[in-house]
């Protein structure tokens, strides 16, 4: 059995692939919890493992596209113009390290790239191989016969060489592809599945503490993350009564000798220089706060900054709100009602999750509207993508101020594709909306890791700055107050708040998921059961497909993972229809149309494991259609009618 329940805060995202099934399916059975520790660690390196694989897989079609594509475009003749093509293609698409193009008819070999350098462990030998590999494939192509290396490591990555002929010639392409976005998915996901443990407490200044007890405890491996909470022990959250004046905060500087101070909407994060969180506690309790609070740690498993700690004290200032895209001044563009497959290549083979929750019929009702944005606070998100390049507005980082919003870990990435992705583009997976914008924010660091203060700062920045939704595939088992402020004041503007409840396969409420303001998702397998890491509890909305979900990745690449990270943004892609279809919606309204027409699993009516259900695209959007009408939101509908006659009469 578990040994606790994590309070530690991190990405609730990932694994992939379908797992066997740890219950019966039939009836209303009710899915059975892993009888130890050591069986659930197994049960989640094998889902690693089988992460990878379908990665690779997703990696090898790519590729596949990627070279046919410039096989059809590049000319045959112009070896100056297919040398900028290729330097162009290679920018796009970091992973192809080396690529050379042969035309023997013509005698022509132009190349891009080089073949990657040994390190001193290598040895000569295995460039050498490579190179022998990339002549092999060049006579293969000039053959008309494609062709694909053994896998070779060099310098701690691995690497194969394809060739692919060229239907007009006696040539062909041939690539060295580097396969690291493979064991990037490896190192996500035991981070995020809690596989390896928390990083040693004193290099980084955080405290880890039991959940309910709030006492020491030491993290040794990643069973043991999932009964603490994190936190900086020279940090405290304070939110005053009443603002204190600039004198007050000369003072309270001086007292605790501040290093930092920084405001997020009504509450104060202070620093300190020689006081510990237990002493600052002590400290501010004297002025009567609403709430004072340790400065909670948002974080998977691995920490990789050299000083092992988010900056979020030490930003810049707040920049001003951003420039709205022009864009967004034009007419929302008209539904398509086909009710076609997309030509995205990665759909038919890979996304079985959206045929499942019925998104294909749901477009016959609506595609999205550009002018309902969704807000990813996450990771950041893969700015120059081209399955996402388009879809995206000028974003937000809490975490550098004066940087762009870019992912540097693949989880923001992820989430982004899933909602927004561009659909029949004939390349990569399809968004779940067509025309939806979404606004990147990123309040996670390049570990993965941020605090309740930038979390909090993303949140409110959002709000402001146009998000109708904001997906939060994040999370932490504290009940936070900063945190709860921040959620508040988006729900009290009308923002719809989707959260993944966590992946530790716990009924621990996590939080924000928890909060009653914000909709709460769990995972679902390709078979509509509980996915195995999935947290539960009577907080669940609703479930949604969380395993083995295809989606973009950091440097123009697609990975396939798992977890309440990847079923939340379903729902929000959802909510963004809804509010699409019928923009007077409030977002209680939403959350209502969302859990009356699910799909219902498990014991009848709602329950723990699975909500109200998994969501239904189709039903849920033939309802909002209708919702002016729907006898079962006629008391919402007549009370925002009559605030809205009161209104209009006080003018």
């Known amino acids: 059995m578990r040994r606790g329940t994590a309070i530690g805060l991190s990405l609730l995202g990932a694994t992939i692939v379908v797992v066997p099934l740890l219950w019966n399916m039939s009836g209303n059975q009710q899915p059975a919890r892993y009888q130890s520790a050591s069986q659930e660690k197994h049960y989640k390196l094998n889902t690693v493992h089988q992460d990878m694989k379908v990665t690779e897989r997703l990696l090898s079609t790519d590729t596949k596209q990627a070279m046919n594509r410039a096989l059809n475009q590049w000319p045959s003749k112009d070896q100056n113009h297919i ?7 290679r920018e796009k698409y970091p992973h192809f390290v080396y690529t050379s193009w042969v035309n023997q008819s013509a005698g022509a070999h132009v190349r891009s790239g080089s073949i990657p350098e040994t390190s001193q462990h290598d040895g000569k030998s295995t460039k050498e191989q490579i190179a022998s590999y990339v002549r092999r494939a060049e006579t293969s192509v000039t053959n008309k016969q494609p062709y694909r290396s053994p896998e070779i490591r060099l310098n701690g990555k691995q690497y194969v060489v ?12 041939v690539t060295v592809v580097s396969q690291q976005v493979v064991y990037q998915v490896h190192n996500h996901q035991q981070r995020n599945l809690r596989v390896v443990p928390y990083p040693p407490e004193h290099k980084y200044r955080v405290k880890s503490v039991d959940t309910n007890t709030k006492k020491d405890v030491t993290v040794a491996d990643g069973e043991d993350n999932q009964g603490t909470s994190h936190y900086y022990t020279d940090e405290i959250v304070v939110r005053f009564r009443q603002q204190p004046t600039e004198q007050q905060l000369k003072r309270i500087r001086d007292d605790i000798r501040a290093t930092a101070v920084k405001k997020v909407g009504n509450a104060y994060v202070f620093q300190s220089k020689w006081m510990e969180t237990e002493r600052l506690q002590q400290y501010f309790a004297s002025y009567n706060p609403i709430y004072v609070e340790p400065h909670y740690l948002y974080l998977t498993n691995d920490l990789k900054r050299s000083d092992g700690t988010p900056t979020s004290l030490h930003a810049a200032p707040l920049r001003d709100r951003f420039g709205r895209d022009n864009r967004l001044n034009q007419a929302p563009r008209a539904n398509n009602t086909t009710n076609d497959e997309p030509n995205d290549v990665l759909y038919r083979p890979y996304q079985w999750n959206l045929p499942l929750i019925k998104t294909n019929n749901g477009w016959s009702l609506t595609k999205g509207r550009e002018d309902v944005i969704v807000a990813v606070v996450d990771t950041g998100v893969d700015l120059k993508h081209s399955d996402l390049k388009d879809k995206l507005l000028p974003g ?10 870019q992912d540097d870990v693949g989880h923001g990435s992820h989430v982004a594709g899933i909602i927004g992705a561009s659909v029949n583009n004939e390349e990569g997976i399809a968004g779940m909306t067509w025309y939806n914008k979404i606004l990147p924010v990123k309040v996670l660091d390049s570990s993965g890791s941020g605090t309740s203060y930038s979390v909090a700062e993303g949140i409110i920045w959002a709000t402001d700055n146009g998000a109708k939704v904001i997906n939060l595939s994040l999370g932490n088992y504290v009940d936070g107050a900063l945190l709860h402020d921040a959620v508040r004041y988006a729900h009290e503007r009308d923002v719809v708040l989707i959260a993944a409840t966590g992946n530790d396969n716990t009924s621990q409420p996590g939080y924000p998921a928890a909060y009653p303001e914000v909709f709460a998702v769990s995972a679902t397998d390709s078979n509509t059961g509980k996915a195995s890491y999935s947290n539960y509890g009577n ?16 440097n123009n690449q697609y990975a396939a993972l798992s977890g309440t990270s990847m079923a939340s943004p379903h729902v929000a892609a959802l909510a963004a229809l809804i509010r699409s279809v019928n923009p007077s919606l409030k977002n209680t309204e939403v959350y209502d149309i969302m859990r009356q027409t699910v799909n219902d699993l498990g014991t009848k009516g709602k329950d723990n494991y699975y909500g109200h259900g998994q969501i239904d695209v189709e039903r849920a959007l033939h309802l909002a259609t209708q919702s002016t009408h729907s006898l079962s939101l006629y008391p919402q509908n007549v009370q925002r009618e009559l605030k809205r006659v009161a209104a209009e009469f006080d003018r």
Request: hydrophobic letters at 30%; charged letters at 15%.
């Open 396 to 405: 937000y980082n809490a975490i550098n101020r004066n940087a762009q919003p």
């Open 83 to 89: 040398k900028m093509k290729m330097d162009r293609f």
């Open 539 to 554: 907080y669940v909305d609703v479930v949604a497909p969380g395993t083995s979900i295809a989606s973009t990745y950091t």
């Open 162 to 173: 394809e060739g692919y002929p060229s239907p007009a010639t006696n040539g062909g392409i």
